[in-house]
């Protein structure tokens, strides 16, 4: 107690709280001293399998809300491709809304200087949209039977090579990763066409997989 009989607050006793600070700034100080090395990644990759499957081939389309129909533009070289009647997957900024549509209006070079297009969707259901919403599609102009197929996340690109890490199993148990170069064809949003480098039922890392890519890859932090 103070003199004048309230209470200053201070305890002549270190508190746990005081120990604790005071052990975490002399560890803090000694790594100071020069780089702080961070501990290797250990998970293990997730994986995929390797699958045939139809892929749609889409191209990408942008746009906003107009009454009952959606308008987007399209690149020159995608206007060619799009055609009355196609499917196409809508994707609205201000809601979860993802409507499947068709394309029910086709204006080709409808920029003389970019020779962009214009193409209209109607949303399958009626359910009103959000009118002057921006709007990104993705429109089907095919879909390529039985190819080869593995997840987008799958494919990366290492010293302009396209490249997937593939799984080996090992009679005992072990697994083992390493790069394969690939070929690819088509994309749609989650899946790529595998024309060479892999086959169906292969395993192929899709996430966790950097360490085995770029081996000599070593974290550093700087004081």
């Not at 409808?110 to 921006?134: M, R, Y």
Request: overall charge negative; glycine content about 8%.
């Amino acid at each position: 107690m103070s003199e004048r009989g309230y209470s200053t607050g201070f305890d002549p006793k270190p508190s746990f709280l005081c120990l604790c600070g005071l052990t975490m700034i002399l560890a803090l100080t000694g790594c100071s001293q020069g780089k702080m090395s961070v501990s290797d990644i250990t998970d293990e990759p997730m994986t995929a399998q390797v699958t045939v499957k139809d892929l749609p081939e889409m191209v990408p389309a942008y746009g906003v809300v107009a009454g009952k129909t959606i308008e987007v533009n399209l690149e020159a070289k995608d206007g060619p491709l799009v055609h009355l009647s196609q499917k196409a997957f809508a994707r609205l900024s201000a809601s979860s809304q993802t409507p499947e549509c068709r394309v029910v209006k086709i204006f080709r070079n409808a920029n003389t200087a970019t020779g962009q297009a214009i193409a209209w969707l109607k949303p399958l259901s009626s359910e009103p949209l959000p009118d002057g919403d921006f709007v990104s599609a993705q429109i089907v102009i095919r879909v390529k039977q039985q190819v080869l197929t593995v997840p987008r996340e799958a494919v990366y690109i290492k010293d302009g090579q396209t490249m997937a890490l593939f799984a080996q199993k090992a009679k005992d148990g072990t697994v083992s990763y390493g790069p394969v170069t690939v070929r690819t064809g088509i994309e749609s949003d989650k899946d790529v066409e595998i024309i060479s480098g892999l086959k169906p039922g292969d395993e192929v890392v899709t996430q966790a997989g950097i360490g085995y890519l770029y081996p000599d890859f070593k974290a550093n932090a700087d004081d």
